[in-house]
């Protein structure tokens, strides 16, 4: 995929993983990239494009493609924390409102403009917690699963239309969301940059730390020996 003159679209581009999006997009060479969020004014950049947008209402997303029908490639970033076992479970069905369906709301919405764009791109921010069960937050990994196998499954049905499906997956970032962990974690900008490489090179998968590449790998093996190994935090 072309990055160089293409138009992005970052959901949840405000800060953290989005905003790093956003950034490296441009800095690859993106002629135009709308940062889509709740509360447009809290966008300042000038070299952003600000554009109303909460994934789990569909006449703003209706309305941002309305807006938005030159995009060429589609960044679904947007999503919230997890919650405890013993928490709100009307709060556990929010977190599977905005990564899974606000993940297929988006997309289903901008497929059209995809494709009649040339094909392009979808970005789906995903993380290690798709293949982690995490008992602090069951419901954000959930979600996390959930979004990893409708991007796979996205890839296929996308494939006729010559649209490319990239899969983002890493482990602690920087960012509110890990305010409390004492971890090692990268920065957004990381992940950022280890995605646009990936998405010039067509991949379907991007691991970006060796932590989230040997959890891929802990996949084939026992899920009792991979669950022992769980990292400090979760």
Known sequence: MRIEGAVGFVTGANRGIGK??????????????????????TITDPWLTPLRLDVTDQKTIDAAAEVATDVTIL?????IGGVR????????????????FGTWAVTRAFAPILKENGG???????SAASWWAIADAPGYAAAK????????AHRI??????????GVHFG?????ATKRLKVEKMAPATVAEATMRALQADENEVLVDEWTKATRTALAGDITAMQANLPPGL
């Open 120 to 126: 392009g791109a979808i970005v789906n921010v995903l």
């Open 172 to 176: 602690y970032v920087d960012t509110d």
């Open 20 to 41: 790093a999006m956003a950034d490296a997009l441009v800095r690859f060479g993106a002629k135009k990239v709308y940062a889509a969020v709740r509360t447009p004014n």
């Open 157 to 166: 049905s996308m494939r006729s239309q010559g649209t490319h499906v990239l």
């Open 85 to 100: 076992f013993d928490g709100s479970l009307e709060d556990a069905r929010a977190i599977m409102e905005t990564h899974f």
């Open 75 to 79: 960044v679904n970033n947007a999503g």
């Open 145 to 152: 699963a959930a979004q990893w196998s409708l991007t796979n």
